[in-house]
């Protein structure tokens, strides 16, 4: 076996998860990241169901895409009804897409509890709307819903549905895991029978991941002769998600050697998986493999000493290859070979012998006895570094700012901030509401500087976490503040310590800007 589809389901699946939803402007920017990744099949979406999805097949239409199939996503055919005069796949049909998704019942139980009719009707459902899209020209998707429980129950009549498909001139059967309540043997079983007995017919996998099994599911369905995955990036999707193709496609490309995605395009996996995420307006995973901030993060000195002699040592695959990197986490537990591999990314020709080296573990000690944790915010670490070493570039200067915090009223903002600053000699005062000082400070921020640095704009805060580090003292109590930013690429975290809460974050919101200017000026420099 040389070569998987992989169909993706977030425009779709991934939009019924709690707490998603897509605009048609977001789900066009996905299919264009997916395509360039080189994903072989994306489904759309229902263009029966909502206007949304009217719309976005339309405007899908007018778009240059190298890679991918698009699929529309519907049912069979009604009960007792001729399949021509069916609305809903009519509208499939107008969708205009390549390759369709046609999903029908497998499990007796639900032909006859919930679409009240016979199983000999089922099947004639499934093998006329199959032939209605075959004689239009469509490349054909079946999806088995609750395949596996179907079969299980009635692994005859199961197989009698797929039959029907076949019949009908289906390229691809899917089975799938709808509850997500199967384990991988029996998904193995019962998928490698389905291929034997299907011979020079593609079989296809769609799990979902109420066990948590769903990636092992789709792992041994292909194992036992499946050659088309379908499932969601990030593992979005309805109650506890779909099969994370973040996780499948390295699985199956990296490890057993399977063709999922051009080979170049690997590299592209993490940041397509943030972006995916950013558009959600969810909180990325950051303990995902592959794709996740902690998925090769190291703490433990010896860890951390071993893969910086041998990344083999502690870590599986080499994370550049799926567009991730190493980090080292600077902890009480962290050697001082993890703090210079931090050094030696700003200033390489550093040793542990090195002067400027003491000079930066010293610096870092008083840091951390002044309330400092760089664990989580290795971004303040790293400017901690360039201003030691003479590195650091001064984007702006601070003149003053005024935080004012008024009685919350209504709908109202309760704070406003005032602040002035200077940019290579040049003034820019400005003026801001939010919610809370920190948020007006933040609006101030940007709108003084997005005037010199406009990429600014695509930069914002995810995360805002306040640790009281001395509860005796109260409110007079030094505070920690962590900020976690993106720009949508890239995600990194910033730290500020004060007995000033307004402060502290004052100092951690300054870090992550500055930290995202240097960045785009060394990328623009190499």
């Known amino acids: 076996m040389n070569k998987v589809y992989i169909y993706d389901s977030t425009l779709r699946d991934g939009a019924q998860a709690e ?20 994903v072989d099949y994306i489904e759309a979406g229902n263009p029966g169901s909502n206007p949304k999805d009217l719309e976005f097949f339309e405007r ?24 021509e005069d069916d609305n809903n796949v009519q509208s499939m049909l107008q969708a205009d897409t390549p390759a369709v998704a046609i999903f029908g019942k497998s499990w007796d139980l639900h032909v006859i ?12 459902m499934i093998r006329d709307t199959v032939a209605f899209f075959k004689d239009n020209g469509k490349e054909i998707i079946y999806d088995a819903e609750h395949f596996f429980d179907g ?4 692994s005859k009549y199961a197989m009698q549905t797929l039959s029907a498909a076949v019949e ?3 390229h691809c059967l899917v089975l799938c895991d709808t509850n997500g309540g199967c384990f991988p043997l029996e998904i193995y079983e019962i998928t490698k029978k389905v291929c034997e007995m299907f011979e020079g017919v593609q079989v296809g996998i769609h799990c979902h991941n109420d066990t948590g099994m769903a990636i092992a599911n789709s792992i041994l369905a292909v194992q036992a002769g499946a050659v088309h995955v379908q499932g969601t990036f990030n593992g979005f999707g309805e109650r506890c998600g779909n099969a994370n193709l973040c996780t499948i496609i390295p699985d199956l490309q990296v490890k057993l050697g399977i063709e999922c995605i051009p080979a170049d ?27 996740g901030n902690a998925a090769f993060a190291h703490k433990g000195g010896m860890h951390i000493d071993g893969v910086t002699k041998n990344p083999k040592t502690f870590e599986h695959i080499n994370p550049e290859v799926v567009g991730n990197e190493r980090r080292f986490l600077m902890s009480e537990v962290a050697g001082r070979s993890s703090i ?4 030696n990314q700003v200033a390489p020709e550093l040793t542990k012998d090195s002067p400027e080296t003491k ?16 664990e989580g915010a290795e971004s303040s670490f790293e400017l901690v570094i360039r201003k030691e070493l003479g590195k650091y570039t001064p984007f702006f200067e601070l003149e003053h700012f005024k935080a004012i915090v008024n009685e919350p009223s209504g709908d109202t903002h309760s704070s406003s901030a005032l602040i002035k600053i200077v940019v290579d000699g040049e003034e820019e005062i400005t003026a801001a509401e939010g919610d809370g000082p920190v948020n007006a400070l933040d609006k101030a921020l940007r709108k003084a500087l997005e005037r010199f640095y406009p990429q600014l704009k695509d930069m914002h805060l995810t995360d805002f976490k306040v640790r009281v580090l001395d509860s005796k003292t109260a409110t007079a109590a030094k505070v920690r503040v962590l900020i976690e930013s993106t720009d949508g690429e890239r995600i990194w975290s910033t730290v500020g310590v004060s007995t000033d809460i307004i402060e502290a974050s004052w100092k951690a919101l300054v870090d992550s800007l500055v930290y995202k200017l240097q960045k785009d000026k060394d990328s623009s420099l190499s």
Do not use: C, W
């Open 113 to 124: 509890d919930i679409l009240k009719t016979s199983p000999e009707e089922n099947l004639h």
């Open 359 to 374: 000079q930066i573990i010293d610096r870092l000690k008083a840091l951390e006895h002044e309330g400092y944790q760089f």
């Open 168 to 170: 009908g001139g289906a």
């Open 60 to 83: 899908v239409k007018k778009m240059k895409l190298s890679n991918i199939k698009l699929a529309a996503f519907g049912s069979t055919r009604r009960v007792g009804i001729k399949v």
């Open 19 to 38: 707490g998603i939803s897509f605009s048609v402007e977001d789900k066009l920017k996905i299919v264009e990241r997916l395509d360039k990744l080189g």
């Open 151 to 154: 079969y299980k129950a009635n």
């Open 265 to 291: 395009n690997m590299s592209k996996l993490t940041p397509v998986a943030r972006f995916v995420s950013e558009i959600a307006n969810v909180a990325h995973d950051e303990r995902a493999p592959y794709v």
């Open 340 to 343: 210079l591999s931090k050094i």
